[in-house]
């Protein structure tokens, strides 16, 4: 397509030249410096503020925190996609024992999951994942949002999309 991510490691200017060099095409977003947007104001304002009052060099911390962040986030995902999620009636399944066996990061990562796998890709509040922890650890049920009921059978943890409507019950 016709979108692609960023080049973080890169400067505005310095992507321009070498777009310019190789005559590749690329368009500015004008909301990039719209002061309606608090992305916009803190790239515009703070970041220069920072820069050259109090931080030199914070853009390169930045990234380098951000590259750091997302290796950690793309390990933390994969050990998440190891705990499996089994397809039940009117939901999702996960095996309780690798999933209150695993740091809390990695097994919020495969709670995650499965509640995109419950429908509308909605990957639950800090607040469903931590319902569902809490009952994967007392052997109780809870509602969570999206009508997703949540309950512990051992030996699995049931995302229920049907208990909400009586479907399948």
């Known amino acids: 397509g016709p979108w692609r991510r960023p080049f973080l490691g890169f400067g505005r200017d310095e992507l321009r030249t070498a777009a310019g060099e190789f005559g590749i095409p690329f368009a500015d977003d004008p909301a990039n410096i719209d002061d309606r ?8 304002h703070l970041i220069p503020l920072l820069e050259s009052s109090y931080a030199p060099g914070v853009v ?7 590259g750091l962040l997302a290796a ?3 390990l933390i995902e994969a050990m ?25 990061p990695v097994a919020s990562r495969a709670i995650r999951s499965a509640l995109r796998r419950c429908g509308d890709d909605y ?3 800090m607040d ?5 922890l809490r009952v994967a650890s007392t052997a109780r ?19 229920d999309t049907g208990a909400a409507t009586g479907s399948c019950e």
Do not use: K
């Open 123 to 125: 990957p639950g509040s």
């Open 37 to 44: 947007f608090l992305r916009s104001r803190i790239r515009m």
């Open 72 to 74: 950690d986030d793309a």
């Open 141 to 159: 049920s809870a509602h969570i949002s999206g009508h997703v009921t949540v309950r512990s059978e051992p030996p699995f943890l049931v995302f």
């Open 60 to 66: 390169e911390n930045l990234g380098r925190s951000g």
């Open 80 to 104: 998440g996609d190891e705990i499996p999620i089994i397809d039940v009636p009117c939901g999702v399944a996960i095996p309780l024992a690798p999933l209150i066996t695993a740091d809390v």
């Open 128 to 132: 469903d994942v931590n319902t569902a």
